[in-house]
């Protein structure tokens, strides 16, 4: 070979060296100019305080003591609307997570929704309650500076174990607090229940546990995924009588999809598990709702579309079609303006 031959081949090398990397560099900027998969999702007005809306309170917070869960307590707040009649029997909504979804600069703030829904008929009055996941005395209590409890509270057993024990504190020791408060509907189809990830698997269990207390489910990126088993849901939905219970899910594509330590595991899959259970419940013939967004793991995309999440759970409230009906035609005015 040639001197000339051999400068010539590495001309060549470098060229691709340089080639190579200039490749590399370009598909890394390529990746920074990638959008956000949250970027597309921000609250509208429905989720914003509104001029001329009565506007509820917020009461609390509370503490209950947990005999599911000894050592444990669970602080709760609660909605109240300004339409609130305690002669009249009230729908409810119950909120896994409560310090994050009651959150006035948060992702969700229900309570704005509720707010604003109500006043429009397009949900019932109903009482909101924000539970936090149980916790010792000497726990943090979870907030949104601090975190949503994994790790420091009691949360990760509570919300993720597929069994009764959190329905049982839902029933058996929350309700009995806010009946003794407020006249709260018997009836379960007044009655529902939501929350994000592990809350959100969490608030179906109670309606799958107790339909009878329960019946109406809003789940954002619900962790229907082997935390601790959670993932059995699709398989309990195909193998059992259908229930009476309605549910909204929503997830995203870029959700958490399941490599743990550089290996892909489905049970760890939460949009793959969510679609799943979507097809188990669809297959049973369920009151069922979904859609599938792009975000992450969080509530940007679930806030962005939780005011039509609670219509679409809601949509069978009373309604009166007589045109002379002029209480119908009107806003929901608070009941000290009635």
């Known amino acids: 070979m040639t001197k000339q031959a051999g400068v010539l081949i590495a001309v060549m090398v470098v060229g691709i060296g340089v080639g190579a990397f200039a490749q590399v560099a370009l598909s890394r900027v390529s990746a920074q100019k990638r959008p956000n998969p949250d970027s597309q999702y921000r609250l509208g007005p429905d989720s914003m305080p509104q001029d001329g809306v009565p506007k509820g309170g917020i009461r609390g917070p509370f503490v209950i003591k947990s005999d599911v869960y000894p050592g444990t307590q669970h602080t709760y707040w609660v909605y109240v609307p300004a339409q609130y009649d305690p002669k009249v029997p009230t ?39 924000f539970i936090n996941p149980g916790r010792t005395p000497e726990q943090q209590e979870p907030s949104p500076k601090i975190g949503w409890g994994d790790g420091f509270t009691n949360r990760g057993v509570e919300y993720n174990t597929p069994d009764d024990k959190y329905a049982r504190v839902i029933t058996e020791e ?12 018997k009836d379960p189809n007044d009655r529902g229940i939501g929350g994000s990830s592990s809350g959100a698997i969490a608030a179906f269990m109670v309606a799958w546990e107790r339909p009878n207390e329960f019946r109406k489910v809003l789940s954002i990126v619900g962790s229907f995924t082997n935390i601790h088993g959670g993932d059995v849901y699709a398989e309990r939905v195909l193998h059992s009588r259908r229930k009476p219970i309605r549910i909204f899910l929503c997830d995203g594509r870029n959700d ?24 188990a419940l669809s297959s049973k013939g ?21 005011p039509d999440m609670m219509r679409w759970l809601w949509r069978d409230g009373p309604v009166s079609t007589d045109p002379n009906d002029m209480v119908e035609r009107g806003f929901r005015e608070s009941a000290a303006v009635k």
């Open 286 to 306: 369920y009151d069922l709702n979904y859609t599938w967004g792009m975000n992450n793991h969080g509530q940007r995309f679930g806030g962005a579309i939780f």
């Open 256 to 279: 958490n999809r399941g490599i743990r330590n550089g290996v892909y595991d489905q049970r760890w899959d939460w949009f793959y598990q969510n679609v799943r259970l979507m097809k």
């Open 174 to 185: 929350l309700m009995p607090a806010i009946e003794k408060e407020y006249n709260i509907s």
């Open 91 to 129: 729908a409810l909504m119950v909120f896994q997570d409560g310090q994050a979804l009651k959150d006035e600069n948060g992702e969700v703030r229900a309570q704005n929704v509720m707010d604003n829904l109500i006043y429009r008929r397009e949900i019932p009055v109903m009482i909101g309650v």
